[in-house]
């Protein structure tokens, strides 16, 4: 808004900028007035633009309006792996693909994900990613209830500002009858004072994912 600067009737003023990245509309008048200023992205890279306004009549003396412009790069997905295939048996139980979900460019990028299997599960389906520290997900694939042969399913990586959203990852999972190695314990942990005695052992039982047959 430019108002009179004097008390003895309007100003007539006309304007001028430094800066090709906006436009300003009208570019004189009569005060009082309202100006409208433009920025325009079109051909701009990433990074901050200054320009100023300025404001000149025979009238009164000539005022300036600095105008800064910060252009920011819109994030990108990034998830690795692109794609999941696995072959496991049928008896071996569930099975665990870590899944890294990124931003390529500068900043901080929400993230949701979701998928179209009930075998398929996460251990997290939203979060954020910084540049240079992805998010790391943890699927589940359950063959509880499943048969034999190749299922497929589709994970959906979404983030309103993300340049490439959605990315998609497609999901290839076939189930055999082979026989697997069924552990009974995922992790063992061990503790002890230094100089102290060792701690005592523990098992691990390891058996087949099929019974074996004897024939007579």
């Known amino acids: 808004v430019v108002h009179n600067a004097i008390q003895n009737g309007a100003i007539d003023f006309t304007i001028s900028k430094t800066g ?22 079109t051909n701009l890279q990433a990074g901050m633009y200054a320009g100023s ?4 009549s025979a009238q009164a003396e000539t005022d300036t309006v600095d105008v800064t412009y910060s252009v920011k790069v819109a994030p990108t997905i990034g998830v690795h792996p692109q794609s999941i295939t696995r072959q496991d048996s049928l008896g071996g139980g569930n099975v ?19 998928d179209d299997a009930d075998w398929l599960t996460s251990s997290s389906v939203s979060g954020t990613a910084v540049s240079g520290s992805p998010s790391k997900v943890t699927l589940t694939l ?12 589709t994970i959906t990586i979404t983030s309103p ?24 314990k995922t992790k063992l942990e061990f503790a002890a004072q230094l100089g102290g005695s060792n701690p005592a052992g523990q098992s691990v039982t390891i058996t087949s994912s099929k019974s074996s047959t004897v024939l007579d």
């Open 142 to 153: 359950n063959p509880s209830g499943l048969t034999v042969g190749t299922k497929t399913a």
């Open 53 to 56: 306004i300025i404001f000149t």
């Open 20 to 41: 090709d990245w906006f436009t300003v509309s009208p570019t004189s008048g009569t005060t009082p007035a309202t100006i409208t200023v433009t920025p325009n992205t």
């Open 161 to 184: 500002t993300a340049d490439n959203s959605p990315v998609t990852i497609p999901v290839s999972w076939t189930l055999d009858d082979s026989a697997a190695l069924v552990v009974d």
């Open 96 to 114: 665990e693909v870590e899944l890294q979900i990124s931003n390529h460019q500068v900043g901080i990028m929400s993230w949701t994900m979701s």
